[in-house]
């Protein structure tokens, strides 16, 4: 049973373009949360997908954007990319059961992807 | 803003021994909180959780404590062994549009367990 596969695992970009990264969930999950990990600090959420439609965002500019599939798998892209995007960047998938408890205890990251802009 | 601080940035203790991880938060409205264990190169994964109805909850080696009054909690694991040794971060949520739950992560402690 593959767990969260992400690609590429690194990846070199300069400032000013854009960048897409890609994500799959765990067999069976079917919602995606992007995380950006910079040095030093703790993953800081992005936005977060189910049913095709983000559902929460973070703290981050309309620069991040993303997608899911129907398929589940998703995608995160950055545009206009600054120096400051450099970072490890990481998916997690859940089961939204609609049970109404939190799946965060079963939230299973990825590898990540760490990216780093010149 | 840092609402989730682990203000000890790394921590070594002798195989064996019990090792204490603390964590503060400043939101009161997270009501969940949640341990996860990073190891180079890899993702984080979920080691244990406390609902803020509890104070503790135990499993295996690992417990957590969770004191509301002071905005603290700490993970204990006894006895520390060599594959502790990793990277913990402390994560907290707070309640959202059903399902739609957000983790907020501290900086993270490097615990290294000496043999």
């Known amino acids: 049973d593959a767990g969260v596969t992400q690609s590429p695992t690194h990846l070199i970009k300069t400032r000013g373009q854009q960048v897409t990264l890609r994500c799959s969930p765990k067999s069976g999950h079917d919602t995606v949360s992007w995380y950006q990990q910079a040095l030093g600090q703790g993953p800081q959420f992005i936005f977060q997908?189910?049913?095709?439609?983000?559902?929460q965002r973070g703290n981050f500019p309309d620069r991040f954007s993303g997608h899911q599939f129907p398929n589940y798998s998703s995608e995160l892209n950055v545009n206009a990319l600054l120096l400051g995007d450099s970072a490890l960047y990481l998916c997690a998938s859940s089961l939204n059961a609609g049970t109404g408890v939190s799946g965060n205890e079963k939230l299973f990251f990825g590898s990540g992807t760490q990216l780093s802009v010149l | 803003d840092q609402q989730v601080k682990q203000n000890s940035p790394s921590l070594s203790v002798q195989e064996g021994r019990i090792s204490i991880l603390n964590c503060d938060y400043t939101n009161s409205m997270f009501d969940y909180f949640l341990w996860y264990k990073k190891y180079p190169a890899e993702g984080p994964t979920f080691l244990i959780s406390i609902s803020s109805i509890k104070d503790k909850n135990e499993d295996g080696r690992f417990t957590v404590f969770l004191n509301k009054s002071a905005k603290h909690l700490s993970l204990h694991i006894v006895p520390s062994q060599p594959g502790d040794s990793a990277v913990y971060f402390c994560a907290a949520s707070a309640p959202a549009n059903f399902g739609n739950e957000k983790l907020t992560f501290g900086t993270g402690t490097r615990l290294t367990i000496i043999p």
């Open positions: 997908y189910y049913e095709e439609e983000e559902r």
